[in-house]
């Protein structure tokens, strides 16, 4: 199996989805999970030296350490949540579409990983976008898909402007020979990452390009917001590494003003970055609505991305890469348990829920793994990924990018113990005693992806050699690793180590609380407030303004999003004011304009 | 061999005809158009004389690889056009044979006067074919802009006449490039007068008016066929003919630059689906126009042809969707293609076309058109049409996402109801839309013959060897 045959099977089996779909809509989303599973197996077997495979036209193919990376971690989000399908097909307005585009959006992202030119690689990242904007509308809002594709291709074409003025100055679409060749004009490569860097921060939801994630993904089918928190953002950071580690932005920006030992340049983008993490972690914590509040943390988490993909050495860059892997399976892994209770509940707001550890206990312990995961705590993959990321802040001596970074992980404490206690713990509502745990085949996939999330949490060496390789290939000193143990710049960790001290710590309060006497079980409503028994179980409900203390403190903070709604409001009071004066029913004023158009036009040629 | 006067006589002689054999006007229309869509896959390339006077003195029609694939194309649609609304075209029957001699004479003309001869024609049968429409002020308004386009026209081919002593455009063409003086109030009058038939802002006053009410029969007819014939003729005459130079160029794209913008500005706060594609047609004309101007014929071309079919199926959707629901009020029109697929997926393909995006062909056409316009050093055209893109792709897909998508905004998705409703369209127009909608999603995936074409077509203008295209086979040619 070569990459073309995967991208062009995955884009035929896109259509063959969409006809098995008609016919019946369960086979179609059976397809969908065979789909990433069969291309991943491929993925696996073959391992990165996989063959590229011949060119169709202009649909060449490349294979590199680093697209095998991005596509075995998107197709392990795929594969897993395309468990999920089968069980929405009759919730969907239009399943058989959604089968399509499900795939489609699959082949697109395969297919920009591994494109050698510029146009295959648009080409291929616009597919994915516009599939995956099809989508969304399929979920609650339909004003999210619009948002998302309008930002998206404001990206898409700052990106398109930038592939064009490299092929302008060098004639080539070639990635590998344009990108090498920007170091010769430095006016041009300034621009080229200037733009491209926009891409990718649009992609990823940096601010102030982040409003369209928390509608895209809060809104999307509980199926989909996985996808676009796990998979499709992550394009960005694909977008991002190119630009920094491909293309010789640290050669182009040698001579450029600098600011603590960072070209300024770099800095801003640091301190953007910065923002991202800050600006994510509050609004956060202020969700009500579980599918949101990821959605907010994913920004944030983008923020680590960009910090270490920018800093562009040996710690950060693995870091980076190690994120993306870990924030991928562990936001996949969250979003799929919140999908999985709103399966059975219908709701994903953290006030309309409560206590459903009782009824779902799997899926509260996946949503658990993960969150502590996404927070950076051991023994997750997140854990090594923030370390990482910590120890390169730490020897570039940025204090105040570190002192965000800090301030991000401290505020995902908070946000992730919202849901964790609003949603999962807390007061069983009545009107749920009847849900049951999420079905088996819902089941099986988060506990894959939570099982994933802390084997690499313990025994993250293989992947870090195999980052440790991706590195070498984009001309970055490779991460290195001691048996168990991570090298950083002020000593080592071994994730293995500290995973066995906290399971000895577990076993010994495991039999500390086995040795003492049992504690009786007793129902939530067993008890009594204020010296009154409590009859209505919402009372003890405290969900809702569930942070108020904290959130009071920037409750009047600036709206990102008032700023766009007037950007678009401009745009339409334009378009009517351009409307009212030429489209006037009276024929003069229309004369009127082509004469004084001619004179105007006359007087030009006069004067010049 | 058959002589592409047979294009234009053969209507002329039926319309004629028509008006005596009432009874039979609508065959003798159809046979007659069918006469023309059979007739234009045989005509040769070259120049034919007209009445035996040999160019410059007499009159002549050209063929070549300009105008063949508009011949063919407008010829074949027309006729498709005339079939969808063969109920609706009775009345009109003579004026449409009037209308499609119009049009092939306006794509074949070799003659600068013979060219305002074929506007002329071409206008009074729009003008009366949109009094169907019974918007009979706005399509008075029409005549007036129209009459005044015409004019100031004739007033430049005048002034150039005076001039140079001749109307033959390749003799006209031969003699501006030796000659030392530009005849620059000519230009401006034959620019104003053919910008008013090619929509550009501010010349446009009568578009509105005349289009946001057009039924699924005038829509197409002036919005796509009208049109792309413009857009062609105004090719032919700046791109063939007259060249322009220094400050000109600048002012004329500027004009080109605002309509583009303008145009989608406009759109975004359509509310009307007419309205919108009217304002996008407006838009597409203005880009058509600054690459032209520019010197980039070949990608103007490929404008042109994707703006054609694109806006024929959209402007035929959107009439017969009007003419169903009674209205075409965007908002109101939530999940219409729920319950008619087909025809929903032609009309997306072909808006998705229109934004270009891959798969389809408009990709094509947007990426050929940077790689022409950053070929020639524009840094600031490029940019704009890009925010132009933007802006039309934002409203195409609000458009899209609400003709395909029911329920309140955070409606959750299982809680939402089908719409029961179906929209009567009938089969005919489903099987244009998508039989066009096909095209472009064929030439969206192998669009090398036409771009190929386009190359050819744009070389008879003024040759360029140096032209690079994007093509699916080769990649850079």
């Not at chain 1, 926009?198 to 509980?222: E, R, S, Y």
């Not at chain 1, 051991?378 to 990018?401: E, V």
């Not at chain 1, 809702?544 to 009071?552: D, M, T, V, W």
Request: glycine letters at 10%; aromatic letters at 12%.
């Amino acid at each position: 199996m070569t990459i073309t045959m995967i991208v062009v099977g995955l884009m035929a089996l896109s259509l063959v989805t969409y006809v098995v779909s008609k016919m019946s809509k369960g086979l179609g989303s059976v397809l969908t999970i065979l789909g990433p599973l069969v291309a991943l197996l491929f993925f696996l077997l073959e391992g990165s030296g996989i063959a590229s495979g011949s060119s169709i036209g202009i649909l060449q193919f490349g294979a590199t350490k680093l697209g095998w990376f991005f596509s075995v971690t998107m197709l392990i989000v795929y594969g897993c949540v395309a468990f999920f399908n089968p069980y929405w097909m009759k919730k969907l307005v239009h399943p058989s579409a959604y089968n399509m585009l499900y795939i489609l959006s699959l082949a697109g992202t395969i297919g920009m990983f591994f494109a050698v030119d510029f146009i295959v690689l648009f080409i291929f990242l616009e597919i994915a976008v516009f599939a995956s904007m099809f989508i969304i509308p399929f979920g609650k809002s339909r004003n999210a898909a619009v948002v998302y594709f309008a930002m998206s291709t404001f990206g898409s074409f700052a990106f398109l402007y930038a592939i064009f003025m490299m092929y302008g100055k060098f004639g080539s679409f070639d990635i590998s020979f344009v990108l090498g060749q920007l170091a010769t004009e430095p006016t041009t490569a300034i621009w080229v990452i200037i733009l491209m860097g926009i891409a990718a921060f649009v992609k990823l939801g940096i601010f102030p390009f982040h409003i369209w994630l928390p509608m895209a993904h809060g809104n999307a089918p509980d199926t989909f917001s996985p996808i676009l928190s796990g998979g499709l953002v992550k394009i960005g950071a694909f977008i991002a590494i190119m630009v920094v580690a491909i293309a010789p932005t640290y050669e182009v920006l040698k001579n450029s003003y600098e600011v603590m030992g960072l070209p300024i340049l770099i800095y801003i983008v640091l301190i953007i970055a910065a923002i991202s993490m800050v600006v994510g972690t509050l609004m956060a914590i202020k969700q009500d609505d579980a599918k949101k509040l990821i959605a907010y943390s994913s920004v944030a988490n983008a923020g680590y991305i960009i910090v270490g993909i920018a800093l562009n050495d040996q710690l950060s860059l693995s870091g980076a890469m190690m994120h993306i892997f870990a924030h991928a399976i562990a936001s996949a892994a969250a979003f799929l348990s919140i999908g999985a209770v709103s399966y059975r509940t219908g709701t994903t707001k953290i006030s309309e829920l409560g206590g459903m550890i009782q009824k779902m206990p799997i899926t509260y312990t996946v949503y658990l793994i993960s969150i502590i995961s996404m927070a950076g705590i051991p023994p997750m993959a997140g854990f090594i990924s923030k370390w990482l990321l910590f120890q390169s802040l730490a020897s570039h001596g940025l204090m105040f990018i570190g002192a965000a970074a800090f301030f991000g992980s401290v505020g995902s404490f908070l946000y992730v113990f919202r849901p964790l206690s609003g949603l999962f713990l807390g007061q069983l509502k009545p009107q749920h005693n009847h849900v049951k745990e999420a079905p088996i085949f819902m089941v099986v996939p988060m506990v894959i992806l939570s099982g994933i999330s802390l084997f690499f949490g313990v025994l993250p060496n293989g992947l870090l050699n195999f980052i440790g390789k991706i590195q070498v290939e984009l001309g970055v000193e490779g991460i290195t690793t001691v048996d168990t143990a991570i090298m950083g710049n002020n000593g080592l960790l071994d994730p293995t180590l500290v995973f066995i001290n906290f399971g000895l710590g577990f076993v010994k309060a495991f039999i500390i609380f086995m040795s003492l006497s049992k504690s009786r079980k007793v129902g939530l409503m067993d008890t009594y407030t204020a010296a009154e028994f409590v009859y209505d179980p919402n009372v003890y409900h405290y969900a809702k303004s569930y942070y108020a203390p904290i959130e009071r403190l920037y409750e009047k903070h600036p709206d990102i999003v008032a700023l766009y709604k007037g950007l678009v409001q401009r745009v339409v009071d334009l378009g009517r004011l351009l409307q009212f004066i030429f489209f006037k029913t009276k024929p003069g004023t229309t004369a009127l304009f082509i004469v004084l158009t001619i004179i105007l036009v006359l007087w030009g040629e006069k004067i010049w | 061999m058959s002589q592409p006067i047979l294009l234009i006589a053969i209507p002329l002689g039926l319309a004629f005809l028509s008006i005596i054999l009432k009874k039979i006007k609508v065959p003798l229309l159809v046979l007659g158009l069918l006469f023309s869509s059979m007739l234009v896959f045989f005509i040769e390339k070259k120049s034919y004389i007209i009445g035996g006077f040999k160019p410059p003195f007499g009159i002549n029609l050209v063929v070549d690889d300009y105008n063949l694939y508009f011949i063919i194309i407008v010829n074949v649609l027309f006729l498709v056009l005339v079939l969808a609304n063969l109920s609706a075209v009775k009345p009109m029957a003579t004026v449409l044979l009037v209308a499609s001699a119009g049009l092939n004479g306006l794509l074949l003309t070799g003659d600068l006067f013979n060219l305002f001869v074929f506007i002329e024609i071409a206008s009074i049968a729009a003008f009366i074919l949109l009094t169907m429409d019974k918007q009979f002020l706005k399509v008075f308004h029409y005549i007036i802009i129209g009459t005044l386009a015409s004019s100031l026209y004739l007033l430049g081919i005048v002034i150039l006449y005076a001039q140079y002593g001749t109307l033959n455009m390749a003799d006209m063409s031969g003699l501006i490039d030796g000659g030392s003086i530009t005849p620059t109030i000519a230009y401006l009058l034959i620019f104003a007068g053919l910008a008013v038939e090619v929509k550009l802002l501010p010349f446009n006053g009568w578009v509105k008016g005349v289009l946001e009410t057009a039924s699924a029969f005038t829509g197409p007819l002036i919005g796509s066929l009208y049109a792309g014939v413009m857009l062609v003729v105004f090719g032919r005459v700046f791109g063939g003919v007259l060249n322009l130079s220094g400050t000109m160029v600048t002012s004329l794209t500027i004009i080109g630059v605002i309509t583009l913008l303008a145009g989608e500005f406009m759109a975004f706060q359509s509310k009307h689906l007419r309205q919108v594609w009217l304002n996008s047609s407006i838009a597409q004309s203005g880009l058509a126009v600054i690459l032209f101007l520019q010197g980039l014929h070949h990608v103007a071309v490929l404008v042109i042809v994707a703006n054609i079919i694109s806006k024929f199926v959209l402007y035929l959707v959107s009439g017969k969707i009007a003419a169903v629901i009674g209205h075409d009020k965007i908002a109101d029109l939530k999940g219409i293609f729920m319950n008619k697929k087909a025809l929903g997926i032609a009309f997306t393909i072909t808006s998705l076309s229109l934004i270009g995006l891959p798969l389809f062909f408009g990709f094509f056409v947007k990426i050929n058109i940077l790689i022409a316009l950053f070929q020639s050093s524009n840094m600031w055209i490029p940019a704009l049409v890009l925010i132009a893109a933007l802006i039309e792709s934002a409203y195409v897909i609000r458009l899209l996402v609400t003709m395909w998508q029911v329920g309140e905004e955070g409606e959750k998705p299982e809680t939402i109801e089908k719409p029961t409703f179906s929209l009567k369209v009938g089969f005919v127009t489903c099987a244009i839309s998508i039989i066009l909608g096909l095209m472009l999603l064929v030439s969206g995936v192998y669009p090398d013959l036409v771009i190929n074409q386009s190359v050819k077509a744009g070389n008879v203008l003024s040759v360029n060897d140096e032209i690079q295209v994007f093509t699916m086979e080769g990649g850079l040619e």
